[in-house]
């Protein structure tokens, strides 16, 4: 693993976490490099996950397939320098229904499970590590839930370019509207309004 990939990526847990020099040593060694090529899973539907993986390059997204009309419905965009995992399935070590995919050949650094919880016996920086994580999913499940009940698709298209200001030039149309619970010529309709404004 390459230094600066190491630097990035304990320059985001200070950020995240506070995770100090002392919490950096114990854990370093544990942090390893995986690659993924556009299209692989970093997850499947009913696995168990057993990995935390922060992105360096790429974009994924989180999805489950409707088992009765084999619909896929988009959940997230996660983009790079944010941490990615199923939490329930890495928390239970139960299977999780949804999927994981790289939309973009992709770069990660990965942490086990069975690391993780040694850290955290080990040390509170990597106890609020776990927290913070656990907290951080815990908002995006609740603020996703309440622009589904909340927002027009129109505001949560906007509220979209906010947050992934480059998302039209990564993701297909198909994939938006299904974050969007939309269908493509409503995309279509609420992008000629926005233009025109």
């Known amino acids: 693993m390459t230094s600066s990939k190491q630097a990035t990526l304990y320059h985001h847990l200070q950020q995240f976490a506070g995770i100090s020099e002392a919490d950096w040593q114990l854990a370093r060694d544990f942090w390893h490099i995986r690659t993924m090529a556009r299209h692989d899973y970093f997850s499947f539907q009913n696995s168990v996950c057993r990995q ?6 790429g974009l994924f997204r989180v999805y489950y397939v409707d088992p009765k009309t084999e619909q896929e419905h988009n959940l997230y965009f996660i983009p790079e320098h944010a ?8 928390l239970t070590q139960t299977t999780c229904p949804y999927l994981i995919e790289a939309l973009e050949d992709a770069e990660l650094m990965v942490i086990d499970r069975d690391h993780l919880q040694h850290l955290y016996a080990q040390s509170h920086g990597w106890e609020r590590f776990g927290r913070l994580l656990a907290e951080q999913y815990f908002l995006f499940n609740q603020m996703r839930s309440e622009s589904l009940l909340t927002q027009s698709a129109e505001e949560r298209y906007m509220a979209l ?17 299904s974050y969007l619970g939309i269908k493509g010529p409503s995309l279509s309709r609420i992008r000629a ?3 025109r404004r």
Do not use: C, E, M
């Open 52 to 57: 935390v993986g922060f992105i360096l390059k």
């Open 193 to 195: 309004q926005v233009a």
């Open 83 to 90: 941490f990615l995992t199923s939490l329930k399935g890495l």
């Open 161 to 177: 370019l906010d947050n992934f200001p480059d998302i039209l030039n990564r993701v297909s149309l198909g994939h938006i509207s």
